[in-house]
């Protein structure tokens, strides 16, 4: 059977057991997976604004507001008004949060190593490559989607303009 045939249900696999994974982790410091990337973001980007947090995390800003609210109430954020607008108030991590971004990537980091079990630098490197180039594929989508539901790319131009590796990832 070709391998590449299951290769979206793999791939979703992979991603729930390694989200659910790390959320067993997280849980212990009592935080999901969306709000340990939400302070991870917000520690990058502090004073932003809500609706930009929401965009850099991926997640529909009604629900952001409803995270940031138990994060402020966990006293881990603090909203402060927006100097430029009465309306707009501004996201910054409070000297309770700070410290646990640190916790969120060691978390990650060990979730990571546990993954990559019995995988060498060098396989880990040529794959990481290859799922780069893969998301840069997929960014693509938004931009050029299908004609219709139903519609099949030609393979033949698809193969033409699909960009040469040069890593060799055949065994």
């Known amino acids: ?40 973001e917000l520690q990058k980007n502090e004073g932003i604004s809500q609706v930009r947090l929401a965009e ?48 969120v990537w060691r978390m990650a980091e060990l979730t990571r190593a546990e993954l990559f079990t019995g995988i060498g630098q060098e396989e880990i490197q040529v794959f990481m490559r290859v799922l780069e180039q893969l998301h840069a594929n997929t960014s693509r989508f938004d931009s050029h989607p299908l004609a219709s539901a139903g519609a099949e790319p030609d393979s033949k131009a698809a193969a033409a303009r699909a960009p040469r590796s040069a890593v060799n990832t055949s065994r």
């Open 1 to 40: 059977m070709d391998k590449l045939k299951n290769f979206g249900f793999l791939l979703k696999d992979l991603s729930q057991r390694y989200v659910a994974r790390y959320e067993q982790r997280a849980s212990a410091i009592s935080l999901t997976l969306t709000q340990c990337k939400a302070l991870a």
């Open 56 to 103: 850099l995390t991926g997640v529909e800003p009604m629900t952001m507001v409803r995270i940031l609210d138990r994060m402020e109430s966990d006293r881990l954020i603090e909203r402060r008004p927006d100097p430029d607008d009465r309306r707009a108030r501004r996201l910054y991590l409070t000297d309770k949060g700070q410290p646990l971004v640190a916790e």
